[in-house]
């Protein structure tokens, strides 16, 4: 017999016992909780989003965190890997607050103090793309192993203007630019759902 487990109080999205799979004692969905991050176009919805989710299986329940990138390529974390990025997003958004403001002049051919690698191919809009130190923090969640998020200060260089970012790349997926403040609503919302799944 199947030890049904009561549904968390997170839960929103939940998916019955499968009656074809023996143990198996049904989904739970968190509300997805969006970081946007610029004003959506017909055809695209450009928005960050983490949920918590759960899986019961023989009376025992496993939790994880979906961390969705806007091509919805995402990462599983569990309540540790989650608080680990939110501090790496953090830090992130107060490096790109030291840098003082995300548009600012720049001299030709001049890298920032952060830069470890640069490359024009990066971006075909800019003249110069730099690259700061990555923080990556590996992530193996139930169904998906192997995954890092990657966390990086990142500029680029358009008609002698500097525009700063926090670069965030899930599975080596694009690269997803986040202001300061969006990269700390992100590591806010991450920090959020541990919470939940901590005093489910």
């Known amino acids: 017999m199947t030890t049904v487990l009561p549904c968390p109080r997170w839960c929103v999205e939940h998916e019955s016992p499968d009656p074809t799979e023996p143990g198996d004692g049904g989904r739970h969905g968190g509300q997805e909780l969006p970081v946007l991050l610029d004003m959506p176009t017909q055809s695209t919805i450009p928005v960050v989003f983490v949920q918590a989710n759960a899986h019961d299986r023989h009376g025992v329940r496993v939790s994880w965190i979906d961390l969705v990138m806007p091509s919805r390529e995402h990462a599983?974390?569990?309540?540790?890997?989650?608080?680990?990025?939110?501090?790496?997003?953090?830090?992130?958004?107060?490096?790109?607050?030291?840098?003082?403001?995300?548009?600012?002049?720049?001299?030709?051919?001049?890298?920032?103090?952060?830069?470890?690698?640069?490359?024009?191919?990066?971006?075909?809009?800019?003249?110069?793309?730099?690259?700061?130190?990555?923080?990556?923090?590996?992530?193996?969640?139930?169904?998906?192993?192997?995954?890092?998020?990657?966390?990086?200060l990142c500029a680029k260089d358009i008609r002698r203007r500097r525009q700063v970012s926090v670069g965030l790349t899930v599975w080596n997926d694009t690269v997803t630019e986040l202001t300061g403040p969006q990269a700390r609503r992100l590591a806010a919302a991450l920090l959020n759902v541990a919470d939940d799944l901590c005093c489910a």
């Open 76 to 152: 599983e974390l569990t309540l540790a890997q989650a608080r680990q990025v939110a501090d790496v997003l953090i830090a992130g958004g107060d490096s790109w607050d030291a840098d003082k403001c995300t548009v600012r002049t720049c001299p030709p051919q001049c890298c920032p103090s952060w830069c470890e690698q640069h490359d024009e191919a990066i971006d075909p809009s800019a003249d110069r793309w730099h690259g700061g130190p990555v923080c990556a923090v590996p992530v193996a969640g139930p169904k998906l192993s192997g995954a890092d998020v990657q966390v990086r």
